[in-house]
């Protein structure tokens, strides 16, 4: 299993920022910004992910959130991203490749949140052999 591991600071101001960039209602808890449910998806910036390709073309397929506490400005997460599955399949547009991730982020080593996502490659571009000729 490939794993990579990040610490991120929540500050107000990025959560205000994702917020706003998804039209998504400010809220507090005890006077902090709480962090949309879907943040956790921008997370993956902060990370350098060698099993996927810089500037790769990938499609969304799923994403789930476990919370078990919210997300709060003044936080400092630890995360651990993790490529739990690579699955291929012949699909209408050929080779499809799905890569299954779980993002599992701490504070404090409390569990926050549990994030799920599925990418899809299209293609077999990574796959291709070379042929002498």
């Known amino acids: 299993?490939?794993?990579?591991?990040?610490?991120?600071?929540?500050t107000a101001e990025w959560i205000s920022d994702y917020a706003q960039s998804?039209?998504?209602p400010m809220q507090r808890i005890?006077?902090?910004?709480?962090?949309p449910s879907t943040m956790p998806i921008i997370f993956w910036k902060t990370f350098d992910i060698p099993w996927?390709?810089?500037?790769?073309?990938?499609?969304?397929?799923?994403?789930k959130f476990s919370y078990q506490a919210?997300?709060?400005?003044?936080?400092?997460?630890?995360?651990?991203?993790?490529?739990?599955?690579?699955?291929?399949?012949?699909g209408r547009q050929g080779k499809l490749t799905f890569y299954t991730h779980t993002l599992v982020c701490k504070c404090e080593?409390?569990?926050?949140?549990?994030?799920?996502?599925?990418l899809i490659r299209v293609g077999d571009n990574h796959d291709k052999k070379e042929h002498n000729s």
């Open 52 to 63: 996927l390709s810089k500037g790769e073309s990938l499609l969304h397929g799923t994403q």
């Open 109 to 118: 080593d409390e569990l926050i949140v549990t994030a799920e996502t599925v």
């Open 70 to 90: 919210p997300i709060t400005a003044g936080m400092t997460l630890d995360c651990e991203l993790a490529l739990t599955s690579k699955v291929q399949k012949e």
């Open 22 to 24: 998804i039209e998504a």
């Open 1 to 10: 299993m490939n794993i990579v591991r990040h610490q991120i600071h929540m």
């Open 30 to 35: 005890k006077g902090n910004l709480i962090a």
